[in-house]
C-alpha cells in the first residue's frame, strides 16, 4: 500500500489564482480530513468526510472547496487564492468506524505570492 | 468552543530524564490523539485514548487521560535524543466525525 498520497509537494501561486490540492489513499478508508499548518502551530481541521458523496466544514473552511466522489480521493479546492492561505496542507485518513487512528500524508508546502 | 491547551510549549531535557507534557481542554469529549512531528515531516501517531482512565505505553513514552479532568499527559521516561520532535495533543469535538481540535504543540529538544 502506498497509503496516503499528496500531489504537489510544492507550489507557488500568484493572488487570485485557483488550483486543486490532490489526495489519494488506497487503504480502503471511509474518513478522509483536510487540514492546514502555519508556522510554529497546530493543524486546523479545513474539510472533512465521513464516506463518499458526504463532506462538512472544519474550523476554518472559507476559500476553500472539497468534494469526495469515490472512497480514494478527496481533492480540496482553492477558489482564488490569498496570501493567507499561504501553508502546508496535510491530508489525513483513518479506516472508520471502532478504528480512530489516523494516517497522515506527507503534506503540500504552498506558496501564495 | 473547544479549546486545546499544552504546555510546556518547550522542553529542553537532559538525556535520561523524566518529564510530562500536559494537555488541557475545555470540553467534553470522547477522544484524544497524540502525534509526533520531526521538522519538515508529517505527523505520525502515537496513540488514541478513547477513554476515561485510558493508559497507553510504547517504549519510553507513556500517555493516559483523565475525561473528568480534561486532561492527557504524556510521560518520557529516560528520555534520549531519538524523541527531540515536536508532540501535539489534538481532541474531537463530537462524536465520531473526525474534527479534531489540535493543540499549538510541546517542541521537546533532549540533549546530551
Known amino acids: 500500500n502506498a497509503g496516503v498520497t499528496q500531489t504537489p509537494k510544492f507550489q507557488v501561486l500568484k493572488t487570485g489564482q485557483s488550483m486543486t490540492l490532490q489526495c489519494a489513499q488506497d487503504m480502503n478508508h471511509e474518513y478522509m480530513s483536510w487540514y492546514r499548518q502555519d508556522p510554529g502551530m497546530g493543524l486546523r481541521l479545513i474539510h472533512y468526510?465521513?464516506?463518499?458523496?458526504?463532506?462538512d466544514q472544519g474550523e476554518v473552511p472559507n476559500g476553500y472547496n472539497v468534494s469526495r466522489s469515490t472512497t480514494e480521493d478527496f481533492p480540496l479546492r482553492l477558489l482564488s487564492a490569498a496570501p493567507s492561505q499561504t501553508s502546508v496542507y496535510f491530508c489525513?485518513?483513518?479506516?472508520?468506524?471502532?478504528?480512530?487512528?489516523?494516517?497522515f500524508g506527507p503534506g503540500t508546502r504552498l506558496t501564495v505570492t | 468552543e473547544l479549546k486545546v491547551e499544552q504546555n510546556p510549549l518547550f522542553l529542553s531535557m537532559q538525556e535520561g530524564k523524566n518529564y510530562t507534557i500536559y494537555c488541557n481542554y475545555s470540553?467534553?469529549?470522547?477522544?484524544l490523539y497524540w502525534y509526533r512531528q520531526d521538522p519538515g515531516k508529517s505527523l505520525e501517531s502515537l496513540f488514541v485514548l478513547l477513554s476515561n482512565g485510558a493508559v497507553k505505553q510504547e517504549g519510553r513514552l507513556m500517555a493516559s487521560l483523565d475525561t473528568k479532568a480534561r486532561l492527557s499527559t504524556l510521560h518520557i521516561t529516560a528520555a534520549v535524543h531519538d524523541l527531540s520532535a515536536t508532540y501535539f495533543c489534538?481532541?474531537?469535538?463530537?462524536?465520531?466525525?473526525?474534527?479534531?481540535?489540535f493543540g499549538t504543540g510541546t517542541r521537546l529538544q533532549v540533549f546530551p
Open positions: 489525513a485518513s483513518r479506516p472508520g468506524h471502532s478504528s480512530y487512528e489516523q494516517y
Open positions: 489534538a481532541v474531537d469535538m463530537s462524536y465520531n466525525t473526525d474534527k479534531l481540535i
Open positions: 468526510s465521513v464516506g463518499a458523496g458526504i463532506t
Open positions: 470540553t467534553t469529549s470522547d477522544r
